[in-house]
């Protein structure tokens, strides 16, 4: 059982340049967001999955795109990467939105030069 | 002013000592309260959950809140280095699972 993982866990890219992050999770849980954390911003939700076939915007979801690929797989998409996406992002996933608690991933580490 | 405020510290203590965090609130929406740890490079990791106003405990964990001042604490007892970590406080209202969080308090504890 290994929770929620992501990939990759590092990435530099250029300006510009585009990327996905992917992340899954075999808790079977309906709901999974992505985050990013900056220093002295704590984490910000960027977008959000309620369940499979949904999503929505959360608190910056300038500059991004997700897919729910299925009941397992939320990807978080960057078309033109910017310096001011240099952050940590992870995903996270409940098993009902409204009630339960997030589980995390390990992150994913991006620099956009 | 942010919903969630937290003191990003650093706190260092010795070994032993009794910690305590805090954060502040302005959204008296807020219902759910959460108390993450992160270890360095890793993500966060749930530490205590409460519901509305009273007092949790867990081991050498204890979560209060005070909805009537809008504050939250965890305390740590007998605190280890093993409890050198970043502390996340986390909240949301009863109806959404969109979770609101402090910046975060860096926690040292040296041996």
């Known amino acids: 059982n290994a929770g929620v993982t992501q990939t990759p866990k590092f990435q530099v890219l250029k300006t510009g340049q585009s990327m996905t992050l992917q992340c899954a999770q075999d808790?079977?849980?309906?709901?999974m967001y992505w985050y990013r954390q900056d220093p002295g911003m704590g984490l910000r939700l960027i977008y959000y999955s309620a369940s499979e076939g949904t999503t929505d915007k959360g608190e910056v979801p300038n500059g991004y795109n997700v897919s729910r690929l299925n009941k397992r797989e939320f990807s978080l998409r960057l078309e033109s990467a910017a310096p001011s996406q240099t952050s940590v992002y992870f995903c996270?996933?409940?098993?009902?939105?409204?009630?339960?608690?997030?589980?995390f991933g390990p992150g994913t580490r991006l620099t956009v030069l | 002013q942010k919903e969630v405020e937290q003191d990003p510290g650093p706190l260092s203590v010795p070994e032993g000592a009794i910690v305590s965090l805090n954060c502040t609130y302005s959204?008296?929406?807020?219902?759910?309260f959460m108390w993450y740890r992160q270890y360095s490079r890793k993500g966060p990791e749930l530490l205590m959950y409460t519901y509305s106003s009273g007092n949790k405990e867990d081991g050498r964990f204890t979560a209060q809140v005070d909805k009537s001042s809008k504050y939250i604490s965890l305390f740590i007892r007998d605190s280890q280095p093993s409890d050198s970590a970043t502390y996340l406080c986390?909240?949301?209202?009863?109806?959404?699972?969109?979770?609101?969080f402090g910046q975060g308090t860096t926690l040292q504890v040296k041996p």
């Open positions: 959204n008296s929406a807020f219902q759910y």
């Open positions: 996270a996933s409940s098993a009902n939105r409204v009630r339960d608690t997030q589980y």
């Open positions: 808790m079977n849980h309906n709901s």
């Open positions: 986390a909240m949301r209202p009863s109806n959404t699972g969109k979770l609101i």
